[in-house]
């Protein structure tokens, strides 16, 4: 017992929960794909002024250049070496980038794959974003260098030697995913090359890594990995400060793999926070968005302080990796718009916003054929930039879903409300749902199929407000509805169902 605790206590020093964001600031956005010039112009022009805290940005270091299908994805999944040049941009760039956002405030959180290296079929040569030479067949990646005592094949039982059952540990962990050449992370060497890395990051100013394929690593492997990591620069932050660590491990139940044993090392993804959200909101399974009323670890969620959570990803949106077919995307942007709102005010985990940008789908057979699909691209690859219509919206085929002015005035909610508490709950028993946070922020939803005409406790000083859902408070007025709070804090609601946007947001930096 007692030696538990202590490894406990232990494991708690060197662990990063704090995502290190500047004061004020609760949200990250996942900018999938962006190259690193529209990222360092978006925390300038966009980020930094509506209040987002970062950007986690897509895998930085050198990864192979796929040609069958054509240069999809998640050909970045499959890293060559840690040297900076990708789709994305060169080092050049990417110092620019950091250096830019964190001089707005805005933090810069690296997707780093540390589980492997390319698929074991990727053959040999210089198909790779800086052009280093690889053999998958013989495993030598001299750009890090690796050679085949770097990886986990001895230590593999299963007979392809790649995952074959996910209820064994021993499988998951030291056998390949989807073929992806299995780093040993067991081996103070490997760990040592991957801390370099990190390290060259942290140095550059980066504020803290989301942990890929996490689930396929032994915790304690990623504990001796990160424990390597240097403090974070101090040009921007303050002396002393951790990494933020976020694991990804899907933790969907019924499997031995959960997200609790990576407590020690940071936090991790919480899958089971779409993928719920997306059943309640859609009205599956006889679900009602009153039952939210106790939303967070009653719904066997990990720890809030443990959680980072988000309605989609950029493997669920287009049916990789997991949550199924009830997570929302901007596929559905009424009902997504709903989701991100919902869980922008609502004070349970750490919240990332997806910005997807869009794709043919086609479905046969209920899959999508060209979930492949890589960023919007230049007949000779290079990545299309990111153009401001304006409205503010983004053109070139990238959704930039955090620019939705309903998402983007729920990222300044969060904000306004942070620290308070969830407060004033009502609910009719079936999808209509208010609450509030405190005495700063109250939020009404209709997803039922009549009208929502109630009078409400919001909590709110007295006064009008405006509702950052339907509009926004310009100057001294409104462009949209106004909620008049009186002075015991009794509102009326009035919201149409057939409304694009059958929910209502006040907030007090919204009071006019
Ligand atoms: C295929 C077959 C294999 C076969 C192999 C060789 O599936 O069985 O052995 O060919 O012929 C791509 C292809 C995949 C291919 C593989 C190797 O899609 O078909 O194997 O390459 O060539 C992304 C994509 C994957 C992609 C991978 C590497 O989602 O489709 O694989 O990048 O390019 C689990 C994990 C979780 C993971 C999730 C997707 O627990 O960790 O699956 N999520 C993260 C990332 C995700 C990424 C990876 C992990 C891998 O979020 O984007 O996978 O880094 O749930
Ligand atoms: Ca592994």
């Known amino acids: 017992m007692r030696l538990r605790f202590l490894v406990l206590v232990v494991g708690l020093c060197g662990a990063q929960f704090k995502p290190n964001t500047g004061p004020g600031r609760t949200s990250i956005v996942h900018l999938f794909e962006w190259r690193w010039a529209d990222v360092a112009l978006e925390c300038e022009r966009f980020l930094a002024p509506h209040g987002f805290g970062g950007v986690q940005i897509s895998p930085p270091n050198e990864n192979i250049i796929i040609t069958n299908p054509w240069q999809p994805w998640w050909e970045r999944y499959q890293p060559i070496s840690y040297k900076l040049c990708s789709r994305s941009g060169n080092e050049t760039e990417f110092r620019d980038m950091v250096t830019r956002c964190n001089n707005v405030g805005v933090r810069i959180y690296v997707d780093a794959v540390m589980n492997h290296m390319c698929g074991a079929n990727a053959g040999a040569g210089t198909h790779a974003t800086c052009g280093s030479y690889f053999n998958a067949e013989t495993e030598d990646f001299p750009a890090v260098s690796y050679s085949s005592l770097d990886f986990n094949d001895r230590k ?17 962990r030291n056998c390949r995913l989807v073929s992806l050449l299995d780093l040993a992370l067991e081996r103070d060497y490997v760990r040592s090359r991957i801390a370099e890395y990190m390290n060259r990051l942290i140095d550059i100013g980066v504020a803290g890594f989301r942990i890929d394929a996490a689930k396929h690593m032994w915790p304690e492997d990623v504990k001796a990995t990160l424990d390597k990591l240097h403090n974070l620069n101090t040009t921007w932050f303050s002396p002393g400060s951790k990494p933020f660590i976020y694991q990804e491990v899907i933790d969907l139940g019924g499997e031995p793999v959960t997200g609790s044993q990576y407590f020690g090392n940071g936090r991790v993804t919480e899958f089971k926070y779409g993928a719920k959200l997306g059943t309640v909101i859609r009205k599956w399974n006889g679900k009602k968005m009153s039952y939210l009323k106790n939303w967070g670890e009653d719904w066997d969620l990990v720890p809030s302080d443990r959680a980072l959570v988000f309605v989609d990803n950029h493997d669920n949106q287009r049916g990789h990796g997991a949550g199924g077919a009830s997570i929302l995307t901007f596929w559905d942007a009424r009902l997504y718009k709903m989701a991100v709102g919902f869980m922008l005010a609502h004070p ?10 869009r794709w043919p789908r086609n479905f046969q057979n209920g899959t999508d054929i060209n979930d492949w699909m890589g960023p919007p691209s230049h007949p000779d690859g290079s990545i299309k930039n990111v153009t401001i219509n304006s409205d503010d919206t983004c053109g070139n085929d990238w959704v930039c879903e955090h620019r939705w002015h309903q998402i983007r005035n729920m990222v300044v909610f969060r904000n306004v409300v942070d620290g308070q508490p969830f407060s004033n709950w009502w609910d009719n028993h079936s999808n209509q749902i208010a609450f509030g946070r405190g005495n700063k922020g109250f939020i009404v939803f209709n997803n039922d199929d009549w009208y929502l005409n109630v009078t409400l406790q919001t909590g709110l000083p007295a006064g009008t407000y405006c509702d950052v859902v339907s509009g926004q408070k310009k100057g001294d007025s409104c462009t949209a509805t106004e909620v008049h709070v009186a002075a015991d804090g009794m509102a009326l609601f009035l919201i149409s169902s057939d409304r694009e946007d059958p929910f209502i947001a006040i907030h007090v930096d919204a009071k006019l």
């Open 348 to 357: 349970y985990g750490f919240t990332r916003v997806m910005s997807s940008f």
């Open 156 to 172: 593999c039982k299963s007979p392809s030697g790649n995952i074959e059952n996910y209820q064994d540990i021993y499988q998951v």
